[in-house]
């Protein structure tokens, strides 16, 4: 690893004026920088530690929701009583990511901004759009079976890896970001970029530009919720696909459907398509499938892929029933 200077500001104003300098980046928990320096992937000249900042909170909002700090770990945040009550789909995607142990040290705003793992950007021998623009996507000829089958493009088919991210997405949050403009609030949704020709810019904020919480929004359908994550092993991987759903229903009418699907797409994909298709339709099983079903009509798998075709449209119908199950009291829901 290289050597690089450190600092660690307790305002924010003075972690700004301390990221202008050439070659600095934030560092959070440093789950994943830390690991892209020891590989060469990221070679900051100066790290500005941001966990002294006065970030680290969860508290109401006045409109109902909850404003989350940046600086929130991971854990703290899965265990907050009132996460865990009004959004349980935000809480369990906070644990069904990582380990125990590197929960204790992420935190949120760098939860959101981790990079890709695909193992071509995390080579610094290989070529790689993401990391190194212009040298070329091996993954699309070769190893890919985890890669996106929605929203890449001819320059890049990683996939996003953020568990939380993807509940957020489902969420609707709002990203807090702070530069030299002042203070802003970003849909979270549109923080993030699909790659089309430029993938090395994985978000919209600007250099320097620094998250300092998410708030999210007052949503009675959040109360019924859930995260479900399928993945090669059962603990301690990433995701090959990722369902965040909440689910209102109504005398067995769908009124209300947010939907978020993770490891398909080089951003935390939300399946709008699939929720326009459902909101009035009846809470069946049938109504889930063909939903899911016509949100992977877009997908474009690759050669070693296409198996996330099925898993989603499956993943997606299973998540829902559950929730339309657990909306009406437990009661089986109709098949058709």
């Known amino acids: 690893m290289r050597e690089f200077g450190y600092e660690r500001p307790a305002e924010i104003g003075a972690a700004l004026a301390a990221v202008s ?9 440093g789950t994943n920088l830390i690991d ?29 929701g909850l404003l989350i700090g940046a600086t ?20 369990q995607a906070v ?8 929960r204790n ?15 071509y950007f995390t080579d610094v021998s290989k070529p790689c759009n993401k990391r190194a623009p212009g040298t070329g996507c091996p993954a699309q000829g070769g190893e890919h079976h985890n890669h996106a089958i929605l929203g890449a493009s001819a320059h890049c088919v990683a996939t996003h890896p953020s568990d939380m991210a993807v509940a957020l997405v489902a969420l609707d949050a709002i990203v807090h970001v702070l530069d030299e403009n002042g203070t802003s609030g970003i849909p979270i949704e549109a923080l993030y970029r699909l790659p089309g020709a430029e993938p090395d810019r994985d978000h919209v904020l600007a250099p320097g530009a620094l998250i300092t919480g ?28 990722s369902v965040a759903a909440a689910l209102a229903v109504s005398d067995g009418v769908i009124t209300g459907v947010r939907v978020g699907l993770g490891a398909v797409a080089p951003v935390p994909w939300r399946a709008h398509r ?9 809470a069946t099983e049938a109504s889930f499938a063909a939903a899911a079903a016509a949100e992977l009509e877009a997908a474009e798998p690759l050669r070693d892929n296409g198996y996330k075709v099925p898993l989603m449209t499956n993943l997606m119908t299973r998540v829902l029933t559950g929730l339309a199950a657990a909306g009406a009291g437990d009661q089986a829901v109709p098949p058709g």
């Not at 320096?37 to 508290?59: A, F, H, N, S, W």
């Not at 991971?74 to 935000?90: F, W």
């Not at 992420?106 to 939860?111: E, F, H, M, P, W």
């Open 214 to 241: 998410v708030q999210l929004p007052p949503l009675e359908l959040a109360a019924n919720s859930a995260y479900r994550k399928a993945r090669e092993r059962a603990s301690y991987a990433f995701a090959i696909g």
């Open 21 to 29: 300098a050439p070659g600095a980046r934030y560092l959070g928990g």
């Open 105 to 119: 040290l992420a935190t949120v705003g760098g939860n959101l901004l981790q990079r890709t793992r695909c193992a």
């Open 72 to 91: 929130v770990r991971n854990s703290d945040l899965a265990a907050d009583p009132a996460v865990r009550q009004q959004y349980p789909v935000l809480a």
């Open 274 to 282: 699939a929720e326009a298709l459902m909101t009035g339709r009846p």
């Open 36 to 64: 892209l320096m020891k590989l060469g992937v990221e070679t900051p000249e100066l790290l500005v530690d941001v966990t002294g900042l006065p970030c680290d909170r969860i508290e109401p909002t006045a409109a109902g």
């Open 95 to 102: 644990l069904a990511g990582a380990s125990g142990q590197l």
